[in-house]
């Protein structure tokens, strides 16, 4: 199974969307997607129709010492979908304790499931600094790093990429712009001063603001049926383009 | 003095044609009276008039009875003649009119001409069984062992084929012989016209030489003895007009004869062996809002930023241009006097720039990103490489192709010297330098004494200095940077005045035949750059030829016209198949006589002039970025055609009454002259054509092109979507969906420039389909500047130019012509007619009422 990780320094910039929409884009490629998320807040569950409450999953089972493995979904569009759950305060305290003693937890956890090796894992986390998000950096065979256009996502950028050499991903991270905006004034700024420090591993598949894609959420469509046309649609099957080829020539 | 208009209002006066506007009165009052109020026209009369226009119109399918030019152009031109989709129907219509014309005789004819061609089919379907590009391949393979044949057997084989060559061309031969050997070698080029490759090409120009030095030799020594001084005159000045276009043609076929298509050369990776370069932007009377998009153009080509400067050089002295320079962030430069004009103005700025190398752009050519890139690299490898120029390109139509509608259809004027002769004449080290779009070295521009001033046209004369010295200079053909065409016809003419102008005084002032540092090559193809400006005179010479013949029966030829015929013929059709083969992609066939008789006129006397004392002329700068509003007739420009169409239609008259009526000898001869005549005519038409300017609809010119766009409509929502086509004012969009956009919504558009995006702000303007018409608003400087690297500047901007372009098929080009020449004489009609209504309406004659 290819693991990629989704990560991001910054909160509120689009990264568990960005991540559900292209399971959804990969699933209809014809691909076995496992969508698994790895923050407690249980973000990703909204976007497959699931209560981020009393809801099941892996580190609630895992917590428990119980298989995990019948905590998983699988949705109209073929994608299995693993929740973290919603353990409570004590429980969650002492699963970060748990997963702290063992940096490699996740990365078991995962070889574990029985899915075909062509399929992808994407995993999405808690923004960083964070010990889940550390998990899923460890695990992955690439990291997604999304970032937008805006000061304090410049700002975090060096943080990040410290993180990310330190856990010796640095190679295998590629960042994403979300939220792309040309009409804003700072846009271009940013993105030039990016480009030239992230080079080549910035992908020229920049995801544009478009209300197309909180709106399919709204909707419960998937974003391609919702806004076909759409620009986010546009870049986000780019990108998903690009990760099959990376897939394709990694594996 | 009567004026024209008044003659001819006296005619429709007096011929009873009541409104003058139609066609149809002025034919009918020819044959029949107008009624009057005592003897009202028979009833059968009328009937009769309508049934046959309407058998007319029917069998000619006119689509509009009333317009005159319809009527012309169906008469000789069937319906299906231009578009390529109904070609197929064409037998049938043709087989339709020719049964309606002959009617009972119909299917013997036909049998007698189905019988006749038999021997042409059946070679015909041969020749789709012959594979003509493995026969290309195996003549280039022969050319190949030839070629590595050492030196001295090369001569030999040379010597021979020139002895061979002199033999065929002075052999004479009886008139049954001469048309076997018209036949024959019609039939081989016919045959090697079909392999690809350069060879074949050759071997059609050498064919054309034959059949061209056959004519020549026989012309000279066997049809010049001729009866009086006058007609001595008259053959005499024939002649020389032949021989300057047999000049021509030869030069020509030197100059073309294997085009380099140099490729550009990489420049290195490190980027300090790059050199410094000056922009120079020369400037005189242009509004700033023409030279905005150049100087934002310039700022976005990749270079270096330490290594380049963009110089605006105002020689209007205007204060906003200065303004506008600071804001920019680029120099400006004036000087305090006029002298010299552009060649001063870049004068001066050499004395106050440093740069190694200029690239000269003028004010309305703006260059692609990549300009740079793609020309530098020669420079380095070649350290005598002393200029480099790249074709000029106009994303707007000149007035031919306006007023004709051939814009991107038909190759235009430029189409040739950029596309073919430029590269034919980098193969020769002799590219010159055209102005515009070219990079100079310091260096070899200084040793000359910078820009020549002694010319009008100073570009070609400073290359020709340099050449002189030694330098090298280099062709690219690959479009780097485009500009708006001249807006009118008398702008056009003028422009091309100035060039004939300019080259006629190099001719005379500092003669590429005579004088050090150039190789034979190099000389001759500066003559026909220059010899080719003359052509005005013999031109107008062609133009009135047969009239010699036809108003005062001088025999100015003395030889049958049957054998005339069987000479001249060859040398056409040769001569026309080895151009098109050569220039086909950048000069349609009969297309250059076009472009000739329109200037013909204009250059002749100023190229005249110039050849008599060059020290005459003045610089006039070409007006550009205007807007022609109302559609008229340029009565001024076509007078002298006008002219000459009076002069040829009379003899045209002259010679039919010659046939039937009066002084009935010597039909051949007559029946000759008259198509001679008739070619003029239609020359004159599309002359004529050209003169009747049409209503331009846009002021900035839009620019078919398919880039990725971004819309951002106010909702928050975000659609991928492609332009169509886009100018400085707004663009055209593809969105597949059916999106609701209302008319005079706020959206954002952005484009890309690389990886880089840039948004502006734009409103729906209209809304068809799929496409959707947006215009801007409210730009700042900074946008105007993205949206200008964003489209005409980037790199791929002119790459798929000539896509629409014709391939040309010599038959279909000469009836596309004859439909112009034609549509001319329906555009003089209309607006004779309407300038003879207004001078009866004036003149307060009652119409009579016209006859139902």
Redesign the interface.
């Given at each position: 199974m290819f693991k990629i990780a989704v990560i991001s320094a910054n909160g509120g910039i689009g990264r568990t969307t960005l991540t559900a929409h292209l399971a959804s884009l990969l699933a209809k490629r014809s691909q076995s997607v496992l969508a698994l998320d790895f923050d407690p807040n249980n973000l990703l569950s909204l976007h497959f129709g699931l209560p981020s409450t009393e809801l099941d999953g892996l580190a609630l089972r895992a917590v428990r010492g119980q298989l995990w493995q019948d905590a998983a979904f699988s949705n109209a569009d073929g994608i299995t979908f693993l929740p973290f759950g919603a353990p409570n305060e004590n429980e969650r305290l002492n699963f970060g304790r748990q997963i702290s003693a063992d940096p490699h937890w996740l990365s078991d956890q995962i070889n574990k499931i029985n899915l075909p090796a062509a399929a992808i894992a994407l995993i999405d986390t808690p923004r960083l600094p964070s010990i889940y998000a550390q998990q899923a950096i460890n695990a992955a065979d690439l990291v997604l790093a999304v970032v937008a256009a805006d000061a304090s996502s410049y700002a975090k950028l060096s943080p990040l990429r410290e993180v990310l050499k330190q856990s010796g991903k640095a190679n295998d991270t590629f960042y994403v712009v979300n939220y792309?905006?040309?009409?804003r004034r700072l846009?271009?700024d940013i993105?030039?001063l990016m480009?030239h420090e992230l080079g080549d591993r910035l992908l020229?598949y920049?995801v544009?603001?478009?209300?197309?894609v909180p709106?399919s959420l709204a909707a419960n469509s998937s974003l391609a049926d919702y806004?076909?046309?759409?620009?986010?649609?546009?870049?986000l099957q780019g990108l998903a383009g690009w990760l099959l080829t990376r897939i394709a020539l990694k594996t | 003095m009567m004026s024209l208009p008044e003659l001819l209002a006296w005619f429709a006066r007096h011929l009873g044609v009541e409104d003058p506007r139609q066609l149809r009165l002025w034919i009918l009052r020819l044959f029949v009276l107008p009624p009057t109020e005592a003897r009202p026209q028979p009833q059968w009369l009328s009937k009769a008039m309508l049934r046959t226009s309407g058998v007319l119109v029917r069998e000619l399918e006119i689509r509009q009875p009333q317009s005159a030019q319809e009527w012309l152009l169906r008469l000789f031109v069937l319906p299906s003649g231009i578009s390529k989709a109904k070609k197929e129907a064409t037998p049938w219509h043709l087989s339709r009119l020719v049964r309606t014309l002959l009617g009972g005789a119909y299917p013997h004819v036909r049998n007698v001409v189905f019988w006749l061609a038999w021997p042409l089919r059946k070679l015909y379907a041969r020749f789709d069984r012959i594979n003509f590009i493995s026969a290309g391949s195996k003549l280039e393979s022969v050319a190949d062992v030839a070629f590595a044949q050492p030196m001295w057997l090369r001569y030999v084989m040379v010597s021979i084929a020139v002895v061979l060559f002199i033999l065929v061309a002075t052999t004479p031969l009886q008139w049954f012989e001469q048309l076997m050997f018209m036949a024959l070698m019609w039939l081989m080029a016919m045959t090697i016209r079909r392999m690809p490759g350069n060879l074949p090409t050759l071997a059609l120009t050498t064919f054309s030489l034959i059949a061209t030095a056959r004519y020549a030799f026989w012309r000279v020594t066997q049809t010049m003895d001729l009866g009086s001084p006058i007609e001595y005159f008259f053959g005499g000045g024939l002649l020389m007009a032949e021989i300057y276009t047999w000049i021509i043609m030869m030069l020509g076929y030197l100059q073309s004869a294997w085009p380099l298509q140099r490729k550009p050369v990489p420049l290195p990776a490190d980027t300090s062996l790059w050199p410094t370069i000056d922009i120079y932007i020369p400037t005189y009377n242009e509004p700033l809002k023409v030279v905005k998009p150049t100087v934002f153009a310039a700022c976005g080509m990749d270079w270096p930023k330490e290594k380049i400067n963009i110089y605006i050089l105002d020689d209007g002295r205007r204060a906003e241009f200065k303004e506008f320079a600071e804001a920019a962030n680029v120099h400006y430069i004036a000087r305090t006097e006029n002298s010299h004009a552009k060649a001063g103005n870049l004068n001066h700025a050499l004395k106050v720039t440093k740069g190694e190398f200029i690239a000269i752009f003028d004010c309305d050519h703006m260059p692609v990103r990549s300009f740079l890139q793609m020309t530098m690299g020669w420079f380095l490898r070649d350290e005598k490489c002393a200029m480099l120029q790249t074709p000029h390109h106009f994303f707007s139509p000149d007035p031919f192709e306006r007023n004709l509608g051939t814009f991107r259809r038909v190759p235009n004027e430029g189409s040739l010297f950029y596309g073919l002769v430029q590269d034919g004449n980098d193969l020769w080290n002799s590219t010159f330098f055209c102005g515009s779009c070219a990079v100079i070295r310091r260096g070899p521009l200084e040793e000359v004494g910078g820009i020549a001033t002694e010319t009008v046209t100073e570009d070609a004369h400073t290359a020709l200095k340099m050449h002189r010295r030694g330098y090298n200079t280099s062709y690219i053909n690959i479009v780097q940077a485009a500009g708006l065409a001249t807006e009118s016809l008398s702008g056009h003419i003028g422009q091309r005045i100035r060039w004939a102008r300019g080259m006629v005084q190099i001719f005379r002032t500092d003669n590429p035949l005579l004088g050090k540092g150039l190789s034979l090559y190099q000389r001759l193809c500066y003559t026909n750059a220059m010899l080719h400006f003359m052509n005005g005179l013999p031109r107008l010479v062609f133009l009135t030829a047969p009239l010699t013949y036809l108003f005062f029966e001088f025999h100015i030829i003395n030889s049958g016209a049957y054998l005339l015929t069987l000479f001249v013929l060859p040398h056409i059709v040769q001569s026309t198949l080895a151009n098109s083969r050569m220039q086909g992609r950048y000069r349609h066939s009969f297309w250059a006589e076009v472009y000739e008789s329109v200037l013909a006129w204009y250059i002749a006397l100023p190229t005249t002039i110039a050849l008599i004392n060059p020290k005459l002329g003045k610089f006039n700068v070409t007006a550009k970025g205007g807007l022609i509003e109302h559609e008229y007739f340029d009565w001024f420009i076509s007078k002298p055609y006008m002219a000459l169409v009076l002069l040829n239609f009379t003899g045209f008259v002259i010679g039919i009454m010659r046939l039937f009526s009066w002084n009935t000898f010597e039909t051949a001869t007559v029946v000759m002259n008259l198509l001679w005549t008739a070619h003029n005519l239609i020359m004159l038409g599309t002359a004529i054509a050209v003169a009747s300017e049409s209503r331009q609809k846009r002021i900035s010119h839009r620019v078919p092109m398919r880039i990725p766009a971004t819309l951002y409509l106010a909702n928050g929502q975000t659609l991928q979507c492609h332009t169509q086509d886009y100018s400085t004012g707004g663009l055209d969009l593809h969105i597949d969906r059916e999106v609701v956009l209302p008319q005079d919504t706020r959206v954002k558009i952005s484009l890309n420039r690389g990886d880089r995006e840039y948004s502006f702000s734009a409103r729906i303007a209209n809304r068809r389909n799929d496409s959707v018409g947006l215009y801007f608003e409210k730009l700042s400087m900074d946008d105007e500047k993205h949206l200008i690297q964003c489209t005409f500047g980037r790199a791929d901007a002119w790459l798929e130019w000539n896509k629409h372009t014709i391939q040309d098929r010599p038959l279909d080009s000469l009836i596309e012509v004859l439909a112009y020449g034609l549509r001319g004489y329906g555009h003089l009609f209309r607006n004779l007619a309407d300038v003879i209504a207004a001078r009866m309406a004036e003149q307060r004659i009652a119409p009579r009422s016209p006859t139902p």
């Open positions: 792309a905006d040309a009409a846009h271009n993105v030039t480009q020229p920049f544009h603001h478009d209300e197309a709106e806004a076909p046309h759409g620009q986010a649609t546009h870049d | -």
